[in-house]
Structure formats: C-alpha cells, structure tokens
C-alpha cells in the first residue's frame, strides 16, 4: 500500500485548505485511513480517522468541529476539509492507512502504512 498526501500550504488564520490522501494497492473501502500530524519538536498526534466501512469517523477534540473528512472509493482517496484554521494547527500532515478492522484507530501503532507528510502552515 502507497500513500500520497497531498494540498498542504500557507494559509492565513481562519482560513481552510483540503488535503487528499491518494492510496495505491489496495482499496480504501478494506483500509482504515487515518490523519496525524506533527509540530516542530511535538510527538505525532492523532488528527482523524474513518473506519474502512466509511460510515465511522472520529475526531480528535482540537479539530471537532472544524475538519471534515471524507473519501472517494471511485478515486481511492480520503480528503481532509480543514476550516477555521489556527495557527495552532499547522503541522506536517501524514495520511496512515491500515488493514486491520478491529483495531484502536486513534493510535500510531494500528497503522502499517504511511505517506510522506504535506506541511500546513497557518499564518496569524
């Protein structure tokens, strides 16, 4: 499985930027995604997730009520709709991805699969 995030940038406070995650080798609706980030000299922290049935999402309580995320089985991809943003939230994004069903998803450790990270910069 290959990850490939995406639609990182610079952006003021307030303002929104989308991020997609494209996955090769394997369809997202077998795959649990997930959305971490990682600020300068922080620990990767948990974002969001969205079971490989689609229908359950969860957020972390820094983005509840700002992120939305979403996915595309035809274009096997998972999106992350950022609003409100903070400067608070900017970090390198990694979109994670995962086989196993039955597996605590708000975790580093229940996901095999990375990408490469996309840096979101909000601006004050």
């Known amino acids: 499985v290959q990850l490939q995030a995406s639609g990182g940038g610079l952006v003021q406070a307030g303002g929104s930027l989308r991020l997609s995650c494209a996955v090769s080798?394997?369809?997202?609706?077998?795959?649990?995604m997930g959305w971490f980030r990682q600020a300068p000299g922080m620990e990767r922290e948990f974002v969001v997730a969205?079971?490989?049935?689609?229908?359950?999402?969860y957020y972390s309580d820094p983005v509840k009520g700002r992120f939305i995320t979403s996915r595309s089985v035809a274009k096997n991809e998972i999106y992350l709709q950022m609003n409100s943003l903070k400067p608070e939230d900017t970090a390198v994004y990694y979109c994670?991805?995962?086989?196993?069903?039955?597996?605590?998803?708000?975790?580093?450790?229940?996901?095999?699969?990375w990408g490469q990270g996309t840096q979101v910069t909000v601006s004050s």
């Open positions: 080798g394997r369809t997202i609706n077998n795959l649990n």
């Open positions: 994670a991805a995962d086989g196993r069903r039955s597996v605590a998803v708000g975790v580093e450790r229940s996901y095999d699969y």
């Open positions: 969205i079971r490989w049935s689609g229908s359950i999402t």
